[in-house]
């Protein structure tokens, strides 16, 4: 049972980080494009943040201050580098 217990443990820290990286990208998405984007709606590539259900103007909002956006991301957290948005 110990070893089922540290498996589930290792699961947890493995998803808490995951979110905290995801709420770090909403953080530095709504201070710089001005617009709020839900958790659910951000996945992850390798190191591409990729956005659903987005519209084309929160697109282009983004686009227009992606390197902005991508420091804040990456200067705010250590568990994943981000090098681009999509």
């Known amino acids: 049972m110990l070893k089922i217990s540290e498996f589930f443990k290792r699961i947890q820290g493995k998803h808490s980080k995951e979110l905290a990286v995801r ?3 909403a953080e530095a998405i709504k201070k710089h494009a001005r617009f709020d ?3 659910e709606y951000i996945d992850f590539s390798s190191s ?6 987005i519209t ?3 697109r282009s909002q983004i686009f227009i ?3 902005t956006i991508l420091s804040e991301i990456n200067s705010q957290q250590s568990i994943r580098v981000v090098t681009d948005i999509r």
């Open 65 to 67: 201050k992606k390197q």
């Open 37 to 39: 984007i839900p958790l």
């Open 56 to 58: 084309a103007m929160q």
């Open 23 to 25: 709420s770090t990208v």
């Open 48 to 53: 591409t943040a990729i956005l659903k259900g």
